[in-house]
């Protein structure tokens, strides 16, 4: 399990794989952040990904 804090509010989610907690996160953000979502560019989104997988990678087996 890895724990990944939302970039847009203080929830964290937990999950084993990285497809599960995008999952989880999209899940998330169509509810909490919708426009986060629909108001982001492509490059925006490009660079929440990157964001993410450093997150990701770097976080800490629990
Ligand atoms: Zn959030």
Redesign the pocket.
């Known amino acids: 399990m890895k724990t990944i804090t939302?970039y847009?509010?203080e929830?964290s989610f937990q999950a084993e794989t990285r497809e599960e907690i995008l999952d989880i996160l999209y899940e998330?953000?169509m509810k909490?952040?919708h426009s986060v979502i629909t108001g982001a560019s492509d490059e925006a989104k490009k660079q929440w990904m990157e964001q993410f997988e450093k997150d990701w990678s770097a976080a800490e087996e629990v």
């Open positions: 939302c847009d509010c929830s998330h953000y909490n952040h």
